[in-house]
């Protein structure tokens, strides 16, 4: 083997310039005060700064957009096992019912923008844009809801069935979506501050809530011979291993037994929710390794929660980088315009839809949710503590501890959504009818969501009838 060959450096010089970039774009960050006032992330800075270099022939070429593409896919599903390991923290709301309904918010906003995406998708596909994928608005809620990642995924299955350059579709919708967080939500922040309705506050202070617990009593001790790092990335990657070969044996059962429809629709469907299969996997392992202990079959907690946070802020840091640079602006050729017109109604009802929502739901901090609520979903997690931190940089309301408990009842009410990606991909019929049934699940998930003020309205009314 030739040490000196490309070929034996490519993938450590592709990770190299993500990395190295990520320096650069936070330095810019810090030193520019439009960029820092944007409060864009680092990583997203970062990925800008790679996609308009792909614009120089001359220096294009070192950049690799199957192996970004790649990054992108296998940092979702690392991240998310990262996050799923962590023992969990309680929400502040006084309402037991907080986590849930936050999960339904997080669902009603994708659904909306499902609606909304597929139905412009829908009409334009047959009247002004007859070469665009008649659903590929429902990347709308991947590329803005779920991040690039989901972006990706959906986008390459929407390539298998047709879709010309989905992933480069996804990908920028998802670009275009941090844009949209940080621009719209700094801009309505500073209206509501000018209306006197918030404070910003202009002292960062340091996020104690999430980095104070370094090292438990109860975890395995610091001299020990193998490092406490190695330990959480061990886990992390061990899951990840048994991830892949069960995603492998169903993806051959189904191929095997239900022949072209295991290929073109389950398939693409099971390595698409890698991290789905991840998250389930890190949930039972954390499970198994808490009643081991509670056996005394395991002495020390090996799982160390400031550790799996800086890796999984890694992971998706990694991973919105190499997203964006995983754009192919030449790709997106007569796709522009619909993709400009899908994002931009994409948005607005966003934000019609989380503001009328946090109203209702979180009386005694609208703001605070609103904020947290809009950048991540629009953006990621990370985006809407962003936001969320200029307006509550101690975390003192529930909304932090909301948005990072939501994600498993937001997997178990969007599983449907995400199972119906693939259907409507196959064809216009199809995606028709998967339009029929998310409209369906919207107005369903509201009654559910908005149950006691719906209920409060009837009894008021039955008195007012008694009274009469």
Known sequence: MDLSEFSSWNYLIQIAILLVVILIANVIRRKVKFIRNSLLPSSVIAGIIIFLFKFIPAVSSFFDSSFMEVVTYHCLGLGFIALALKTGVKSKDKNKLAVMDTGLVTVNSYLVQGIIGLGLSLVLSVTIFKNLFYASGLLLPMGFGQGTGQALNIGAVFESLGFENGTSFGLTIAAFGFLIACIVGVIYMNILKKKGKLSIQEQRIANTKLDSNIYAEDEAPLNESVDKLTIQVAFILG?????????????????????NFGLKTIKPLLWGFNFLFGTAIAILVKKILAKLKEKKIVNHSYINNYMMNRLSGLFFDVM??????????????????????????????????????CKKIYPDYPYEAFFSMFGMLTGTASTGMILLREIDPNFETPAADNLVLQTLPAI????????????????????????????????????????????????????ETTKE
């Open 239 to 259: 899951i990840y291993l048994l991830t892949y070969l069960i995603i492998l044996g169903l993806s051959t059962l189904s191929v095997n037994y239900l022949g």
């Open 320 to 357: 919105i980088v190499a997203g964006i640079a995983a754009i192919d602006w030449q790709n997106l050729k007569g796709l522009f315009f619909p993709l400009l017109i899908i994002c931009t109604f994409g948005a607005i009802g966003t934000f019609i839809y989380v503001k009328y929502i």
């Open 412 to 463: 178990v009410f969007g599983a449907p959504l995400l199972l119906l990606m693939s259907f409507a991909g196959q064809s216009y019929t199809n995606s028709l009818i998967v339009f029929g049934i998310i409209v369906v699940m919207f107005v369903a998930y509201n009654i559910l969501l908005l149950r006691n003020f719906i209920f409060q309205k009837k009894k008021k009314k039955e008195v």
